[in-house]
Structures are given as structure tokens and as C-alpha cells.
């Protein structure tokens, strides 16, 4: 069994959990409540709550999807196409990272509070570490 690809799933399963709860109380409903840019003239704004809710639970089914994919990877024996599927997970956890740094009006000060960021790069570091066994 690779315990780096079980680490990293279980973290991903944590890191989703805490987003979709934390996002639903501390992002999403105060933004249904608030109307602001949700209710701007193009388009419906039930539309786009609806929209809001569901784009941000996506991020959360991917992190569960690859959690999943970690757990299955983690009990097969390694080939190269495991090892492979194991490090395009790592870089997309990689690349989850290096978006919180590239996006505009981020301010250094956020990052600290959003520990997200460290999470994501401690996940494709353990997934990566799994693929070098």
C-alpha cells in the first residue's frame, strides 16, 4: 500500500469538506443575502445564484474525486500508467496551488489566511513523493 498516495487522499477528503462547508456559511450565503453583483442587469439572478452555488461544490467534488483516485492508486501494484495517472492528479493539485499566487487583486496577506494554498502544495508533494517508490 503507497501511504503517500493515502495521506495525500485523506488530506484532499479534509481540504474538500472544510471548502464546501466554510465556503457555503462564509462565501456563498452572505452573497445570496446580499444581492450586490449577483443581481447585475445581465441575466437572471436566480441563474447565477444557482450557478455560484453549484460552481463552488464543484471544486469540492474534484478534490473528493481525486482523494478517490488516490485511495484506489494507493491499493494497485505500481505501472507506469498508474504512475502516471498519480502524477497528473499531483500536478493538478500543483497548478490548484499556483493559481492562488497568479490571481489578480490577491493580496499577500489573504494568503496567510487562506491556508488552502499550502494544503494543495502539500498534497501533489506527498502524491509525487508516492510516485518516486
Known amino acids: 500500500m503507497n501511504r503517500w498516495f493515502v495521506l ?12 464546501s462547508w466554510i465556503g457555503e456559511k462564509q462565501v456563498i450565503a452572505p452573497l445570496l443575502r446580499g444581492g450586490g453583483p449577483l ?3 445581465s441575466g437572471s439572478s436566480g441563474l447565477k445564484k444557482v450557478l455560484l452555488r453549484v ?19 494507493a491499493r ?13 492528479v499531483s500536478l493538478t493539485f500543483a497548478a490548484f ?3 492562488v499566487f ?5 493580496r499577500p496577506r489573504y494568503l ?3 491556508g ?6 502539500l498534497i501533489a508533494g506527498l502524491i509525487w513523493w508516492g510516485t518516486l517508490r
Open 8 to 19: 495525500a487522499g485523506a488530506i484532499a477528503l479534509i481540504v474538500g469538506a472544510i471548502h
Open 39 to 41: 443581481g447585475a442587469s
Open 55 to 73: 460552481t463552488w461544490h464543484l471544486a469540492t467534488l474534484a478534490m473528493w474525486g481525486a482523494a478517490a483516485t488516490l485511495f484506489f492508486l
Open 76 to 88: 494497485e501494484p505500481v505501472t507506469h500508467t498508474s504512475t502516471g495517472v498519480a502524477r497528473i
Open 97 to 99: 496551488t499556483l493559481l
Open 102 to 106: 497568479v490571481t489578480p487583486g490577491l
Open 112 to 114: 496567510f489566511r487562506h
Open 116 to 121: 488552502g494554498w499550502a494544503a494543495f502544495a
